[in-house]
């Protein structure tokens, strides 16, 4: 049996929206760079492809405003910080959320506004932090029952999929080189602790560890659930290797909301 979605559907456009308005005024970029792994007395140069943001927090910050306000968000932001070097920074980070009800399609909307902020913006990994094996696992089916859907939607735009394994690590490699989007699913146990493979020595790369590759690239995190954000050990591991917009539906506290969708919609 063949499922249909409908792509039409304006609440979802809005939170679609609502997501990829944040990165207004970025140009469209290859996303090509450089990135180099250091082992002891060696230097490795790899060619890699990741998201470059070149919009600074403060001109993200105006683009939140603009959205809150369309969206009737009424909750007062907090001001902007200036750091030692003059710069504005965003209160808690860029964390961001859309709030969602069951029922809503809050699956169907992250995985479209994946392709969607690839076609705007060029934007190619992403990473998904789920709570258990059991949403791991519905996570892969929606994404297998939605991509020939997407790909008729998105003019048949290459995107791969997997999900991190701690006994496969080298897949990492293909993960930051990959010129397509890449989409890699992970437990949120898997980073939680520093005895956790991902996060010691690895000879299979060259002594790296696991997450440096991910941390040699800039990336959006999508994380499933209040309960997986609420994890502070693996948030706060997980925000110092993925250094921008990490997103949640529903909402991770603290975040800044961007739009509620309730479940009478």
């Known amino acids: 049996m063949k499922l ?15 997501v990829t308005d944040l990165f207004e005024g970025q140009p469209l970029s290859g996303g090509d760079f450089e990135f180099s792994l250091t082992a002891t007395g060696v230097l ?5 492809v990741g998201n470059r943001l070149t919009l600074t927090e403060e001109q993200v910050w105006e683009n939140v405003q603009r959205i809150q306000q369309r969206n009737e968000i009424t909750s007062p932001p907090a ?3 200036e750091n030692e070097r003059g710069e504005f920074r965003i ?7 859309v709030e969602m009800e ?8 992250y995985l479209r506004t994946i392709y969607e902020l690839n076609k705007l913006y060029g934007f190619k990994k992403f990473v998904i932090v789920v709570p258990s094996i059991a949403i791991r696992e519905g996570v892969l089916k929606n994404l297998q029952i939605t991509y020939e859907h997407f790909q008729s939607l998105y003019d048949k735009t290459q ?6 394994d701690s006994k496969k690590v080298s897949n990492l490699r293909g993960f930051a080189c990959n010129n397509s989007i890449q ?10 602790k520093d005895e956790n493979i991902i996060n010691k020595p690895n000879d299979k790369l060259t002594g790296k560890k696991p997450i440096e590759f991910l941390r040699a690239q800039i ?8 309960r997986t954000w609420r994890r502070r050990s693996a948030k706060r591991r997980l925000q110092t290797s993925i250094p921008f917009a990490p997103f949640a539906i529903p909402p991770p506290t603290p975040t800044f909301t961007i739009l509620c969708i309730p479940s009478t919609r």
């Open 4 to 18: 249909h979605f409908d792509s039409n559907q304006e609440y979802q456009i809005e939170a679609i929206r609502a």
């Open 44 to 48: 490795l140069s790899e060619n890699g």
């Open 79 to 81: 001001p902007l910080l």
């Open 91 to 97: 209160p808690h980070g860029m964390n961001f959320s």
């Open 102 to 109: 069951t029922g809503t399609g809050k699956t169907y909307v």
């Open 159 to 164: 995107i791969n999929y997997d999900v991190y």
């Open 183 to 192: 989409i890699l699913v992970i437990n949120i146990d898997s980073f939680a």
């Open 219 to 226: 990336r959006l995190s999508l994380w499933t659930s209040r």
